[in-house]
Each structure stands twice: as C-alpha cells, then as structure tokens.
C-alpha cells in the first residue's frame, strides 16, 4: 500500500529522498551533469515543500512528482496556475500501477486549488490523458546550423540582471508568466549553463539561451524588436548549432522566420488541466517559456 503526501508532511530525509530519486532519473540516466537542487533552486526552497509530492511505501520514497505555481496574462486576462514536472517512479516499483495513482492523486489535489488552470510537458500523453488532461501545444522548436567560422558569444548571469529583465518581459510581451528574482538561477537539465545574451550598446531586448558544448538553445526573445537582428547575429555565430524555442504566431517567431533561415518543427508536449470551469480563460492563449518549465 503507497500514501502520497508532501516532503514537508512527511519531514525526515523524505526531501533528501525525493532529490535522490527524481536526480537519478532525470540527470544520472541520461548521462547530466549536477543536482536538480542546483538547477532548480527555486523548486527546492523551504517554502516550496507543500509542492513536493513523494509517493511512499514501508516509509521509502518510489515515486515522485513536483509542483511549481505560478501567475501571469494572456489576452489581457490575469490566471493563476500550476505547473508540474519531475514525475517519476522508482526503476523497481515500475509496472505496477503506481505512476497513475501518483499523477491521479496529484491531479486530484490540484483541483482542490484556486487555480485556472495546470500544465506539465511529457511524451506519455495517453497516461496523462487518463488522469484527465488534454494535449494543446503551440510550441515550435527552430534549428540553424553555423557553417561560418564561430566567434566568441559574451553572455551574462541571468541572475544578475534579472529585476531588469522582467521589466523589459512586463513591457514588451503582451502575454507572460510573472518571475521572481530566485527564477532567474534556473538551469535546465539539458545544458551546462545560461547565459543572457544583450545588445552590445545597451537596449531593452535580450535572449536567454542555454549553452552545451557548442550548442546553444535559445529560451526566450524579448524587447525592442530593432535588438534583435544584433542579438541574433551574436548567438548564431557564437555556436555551431543554435536550437530556438518560440510560439508559433509569436511576435519574435514572425521576426524569425521573416529575418533568418531557421527551419522549424512543432511540439506536440503541452497538456493542460482545468482547475476552474467559471475562469474565462482560454488555455490556448497561454505559453509557458521551455526555461520557466519543471
């Protein structure tokens, strides 16, 4: 028999437990480098524990699954939501049910939450599907190869400037998923390091971008759009592959595809949860950044 509960229910090394599972299967299984309380800090803050969910059984943690709440606008419209990631089950408890009791029982807790609305990103969607969600994505993900010779990308700490960056994100982006300061020290698991990528002569746009080796992913694109041509040119020249994360119909995907030779594919990964049948919002008008995810 499993109980869930969060790690700040349980106490103990519940936290340590979760950590150790969940890096296990996202970061040491796929060959990546460092600790998800590294790259995620703000998911691991004291604060955040009533988010942490840990599936038990005989005292032990086998499975696992986080949730990040977060605000913003879309069309005009405030929402408050729920993101969730980090959904695993420990390798020998694995075929016996214990997946879709965790993400129901989640499921289940989340709609007791005054929310509009939960999001998470996976390639299982007919195990989401049965716990209730529903798939809508309007990602895309661009590609650009450099055949040129590749010089320097001067990047900067996203952390560092990140009361500035959520100004330039408040006044250029009609649609947008508030951050806090500590959001800003994120690292996703797929890349060593981010970078905020500025123009030389300041000005109000930037990218974020996250760096592997010579391969950079560009997170997020934002501000002055007469940036962006300069902005571009410093992170497609400083890497050999760049990989672009935008929205189709986006303002900054229309400036790519008219301005650049990115060819693009689109995600299919998005699916959401209702938490609130009264909200007047449409999940369609809502994207959530691939850095802000969990």
Sequence with gaps: MCD??????????????FIN????????????????????????RSENEHN?????????????????????????????????????????????GLGAELITQVSEELARRSLDFCVLWTRASAFYRRAGWFSYDTGVLGYFRNHTPIFPCIGFSPLDMAAELEQIRNEWLPDINQRRAHDY???????????????????????????????????EFAGDPTHYAEIWGQISSGFRVTRVNERFGANTYQWFVSNTSVTWEAQELAMWLLSNTDSHLDVKSVYVPYFDRI
């Excluded at 869930?4 to 437990?17: M, N, P, S, Y």
């Excluded at 606008?73 to 969730?84: C, E, I, L, T, W």
């Design 4 to 17: 869930l509960r969060t790690v700040k229910e349980i106490g103990g090394d519940a936290l340590e437990q």
């Design 21 to 44: 599972l969940a890096d296990q299967v996202f970061l040491f299984d796929r060959s990546r480098a460092g600790t998800l309380r590294e790259r995620l800090p703000g998911l691991f």
């Design 52 to 96: 942490l969910f840990a599936l038990c059984r005989n005292g032990e943690v086998v499975g696992t699954a986080a949730v990040k709440e977060f605000s913003g606008r879309a069309h005009h419209n405030k929402y408050s939501a729920a993101m969730v990631g980090l959904v695993a089950i420990r390798e020998d408890c694995r075929g016996q």
């Design 185 to 219: 020290a994120a690292i996703p698991s797929s890349v060593e390091r981010v970078i905020c990528v500025r123009p030389r002569r300041k000005g109000s746009a930037y990218a974020l971008a996250g760096v592997q080796n010579d391969m950079a992913f560009i997170y």
